[in-house]
């Protein structure tokens, strides 16, 4: 009896510790996101003063795309950008078709199936 108490509060003690740890874990990447997205604001903020600039004549295209490259590069490492390249075919809408979705056509036939499969079964009986 003492060894399944022992058992069990050992097994209890690394629970607690393994669900300390997770959320240290969470922590930490919840603390890595909130500084990415504080990046990413400043570089919206960034973004958007040199289109005002660029509406007003301040600022030639090619300025321009010299400031976004600048960003791009400037961004840290991982962090993805708002901004999209200029110059590539990823600026552009995909051509690929969407898939369409089903919906619940998959349930209502299989329930038809298994209705007509128990009916089946029950004139056979």
Same mark, same amino acid.
């Given at each position: 009896?003492?060894?399944?108490?022992? @058992?069990?509060?050992?097994?209890?003690?690394?629970?607690?510790?393994?669900?300390?740890?997770?959320?240290?874990?969470?922590?930490?990447?919840?603390?890595?996101?909130?500084?990415?997205?504080? *990046?990413?604001?400043?570089?919206?903020?960034?973004? @958007?003063?040199? #289109?005002?600039?660029?509406?007003?004549?301040? *600022?030639?295209?090619?300025?321009? =795309?010299?400031?976004?490259? =600048?960003?791009?590069?400037?961004?840290?490492?991982?962090? @993805?950008? #708002? *901004? /999209?390249?200029?110059?590539?075919?990823? /600026?552009?809408?995909?051509?690929?078709?969407?898939?369409? =979705?089903?919906?619940?056509?998959?349930? =209502?036939?299989?329930?038809?199936?298994?209705?007509?499969?128990?009916? *089946?079964?029950?004139?056979?009986?």
């Amino acid at each position: 009896m003492e060894d399944s108490d022992s @058992k069990s509060k050992q097994s209890a003690k690394e629970c607690r510790k393994r669900k300390k740890l997770r959320y240290q874990t969470l922590e930490a990447i919840a603390q890595r996101e909130e500084a990415a997205i504080a *990046v990413l604001y400043q570089e919206l903020e960034q973004m @958007k003063l040199l #289109f005002e600039q660029l509406d007003r004549g301040e *600022v030639t295209l090619a300025e321009a =795309h010299l400031r976004v490259t =600048h960003l791009r590069r400037k961004a840290p490492p991982g962090a @993805k950008s #708002f *901004v /999209a390249p200029l110059d590539s075919e990823a /600026a552009q809408p995909s051509k690929k078709p969407q898939a369409r =979705h089903r919906g619940s056509v998959g349930r =209502h036939r299989n329930a038809a199936d298994i209705r007509t499969r128990q009916s *089946v079964r029950m004139r056979q009986l």
